[in-house]
């Protein structure tokens, strides 16, 4: 079992949607989560980190983590074609030595 | 721009060479993650240093090599490339253990 699952998409979606992306992980120690978004053969980008259970905001995007299921989702508001891109969500496992990828998921937000 | 600078930016070399990556870290930040990435596959981690002390290792080959500095940055050594080394190199730093990581725009390796 993959230490952290991530459904690969495509997703396509059309402008103004709210978008979903969701990661699962295997071992209830993990306790940081970051989401990134890369763009094609670009470096990823942070776009959001958070330790603790519920949400958290930062403009459109809203980060969730439920530790009880282990399953943490990214929200996109009023997605833009702009926000096309591959979205990895990233735990840090083994006392923050070792960040470990989803394997992202890619979205495409159509006019 | 994240402050992480990663040179060179492209790389062609031949099969058999031995080529070096250099990672520059955000000012004072500790740690630094190497990371490959091939075409259409997810991030793969290679290896991890905290203040120039080698911290965790993931899949990285014996033929790859890394270490980091006292001024912190660090360098990727690849060496007897193979066709199947061609790939994007990333290198991340975070200031201490389980903080934000923020990624360089990568090395683009090509072995011919």
């Known amino acids: 079992q993959k230490e952290v699952e991530q459904d690969p998409g495509p997703l396509s979606v059309p402008e103004g949607a709210i978008v979903s992306l969701n990661c699962t992980y295997s071992?209830?120690?993990?306790?940081?989560f970051m989401w990134y978004r890369q763009y094609s053969r670009k470096g990823p980008e942070l776009l959001m980190y958070?330790?603790?259970?519920g949400n958290k905001e930062d403009g459109r995007f809203t980060a969730q983590v439920d530790k009880s299921s282990k399953y943490i989702s990214l929200f996109i508001r009023d997605s833009q074609p702009s926000d096309s891109a591959t979205y990895l969500c990233?735990?840090?496992?083994?006392?923050?030595?070792?960040?470990?990828f989803g394997t992202g998921t890619q979205l495409k937000v159509e006019l | 721009d994240s402050g992480v600078t990663q040179t060179p930016k492209h790389l062609i070399t031949a099969t058999g060479q031995r080529v070096t990556l250099r990672c520059s870290p955000r000012?004072?930040?500790?740690?630094v993650y190497w990371y490959q990435q091939s075409l259409d596959q997810g991030l793969q981690f290679l290896i991890q240093?905290?203040?120039?002390?080698?911290?965790a290792k993931g899949n990285i080959l014996e033929r790859f090599s890394a270490q980091q500095f006292p001024d912190l940055h660090s360098e990727l050594n690849l060496s007897s490339l193979e066709l199947g080394d061609s790939a994007l190199y990333f290198c991340?730093?975070?200031?201490?253990?389980?903080?934000?990581?923020?990624f360089g725009q990568g090395t683009r390796l090509t072995v011919v």
């Open positions: 991340a730093s975070s200031s201490t253990l389980n903080t934000e990581a923020f």
């Open positions: 071992n209830s120690a993990f306790q940081y």
């Open positions: 958070t330790y603790s259970s």
């Open positions: 990233a735990i840090f496992t083994g006392g923050g030595n070792k960040l470990t």
């Open positions: 000012s004072g930040d500790l740690s």
């Open positions: 240093y905290y203040n120039g002390e080698e911290r």
